[in-house]
């Protein structure tokens, strides 16, 4: 059976603080791991990886993947009020449809 | 293009009713899927298509039902509701990609309440 985990369940840090989520996945016949930002409302999308250490940035995000090790990490340095949300990874697998984790919730305190 | 759409935002049932979940996307994606998102539990999949005219389970496909008779839409059908089934629901659309790439997109999410 596909799994995702994804650590910690939860995170408050204060403005300007780096955070790094985590992401572990068994996907049969992996193809791409995604991270998803949700707010109150339906999911964005954020990254897809396919390959194992090509970091992948958007301003203060960053994402990085190990397919040997089969985790990768989510990174938000200089982190604002903005960025809380529930982070959540998913993984596709031979029927290319997503396994999803049950989501990082990060608080950005003042 | 308006993307994932779906209807209604909010819904309240009693126990027993049927009703059904409108899910419409207008990318020409191959691949729709239902998902229900309960708290703590992230995204769990219900059903999913692979093409018009083909579904198939997903995790957790008890008491719905789904069909495929065009690309564009991909309506979930609760026979009779039950307050377990009580969640936000997600439909998502891709396109098939040689290279791995399978992103999804959501539409905005329905909130269902069965009482």
């Known amino acids: 059976e596909d799994k995702v985990v994804q650590s910690p369940l939860s995170l408050v840090v204060h403005e300007g603080d780096t955070v790094t989520l985590n992401c572990s996945y068994e996907?049969?016949?992996?193809?791409?791991l995604l991270w998803y930002k949700q707010e109150k409302k339906a999911p964005t999308f954020l990254f897809m990886l396919t390959s194992s250490g090509i970091e992948k940035k958007s301003g203060r995000l960053s994402s990085i993947l190990d397919k040997k090790e089969l985790f990768s990490i989510l990174n938000i340095t200089a982190t604002q009020t903005g960025d809380s949300a529930v982070y959540l990874c998913?993984?596709?697998?031979?029927?290319?449809?997503?396994?999803f984790g049950s989501g990082t919730q990060l608080t950005v305190l003042p | 293009n308006a993307g994932v759409t779906q209807t209604p935002k909010f819904q309240v049932l009693k126990t027993g009713q049927s009703m059904t979940l409108q899910c419409a996307q207008d990318?020409?994606?191959?691949?729709m899927s239902w998902y229900r998102q309960d708290p703590g539990m992230g995204l769990r999949l219900i059903h999913y298509?692979?093409?018009?005219?083909?579904?198939d389970q997903g995790e957790v496909p008890n008491g719905y039902n789904v069909s495929r008779s065009t690309t564009e839409d991909f309506p979930l059908r609760l026979l009779s509701a039950a307050p377990s089934q009580t969640s936000v629901y997600f439909c998502?659309?891709?396109?098939?990609?040689?290279?791995?790439?399978?992103?999804?997109?959501f539409g905005p999410g329905t909130r269902l309440t069965v009482l």
């Open positions: 990318m020409n994606h191959e691949y």
């Open positions: 998502a659309s891709s396109y098939s990609s040689s290279n791995g790439e399978d992103t999804q997109y």
């Open positions: 996907v049969t016949n992996f193809r791409s």
């Open positions: 298509s692979v093409g018009a005219g083909i579904t």
């Open positions: 998913a993984a596709s697998g031979s029927a290319r449809q997503l396994t």
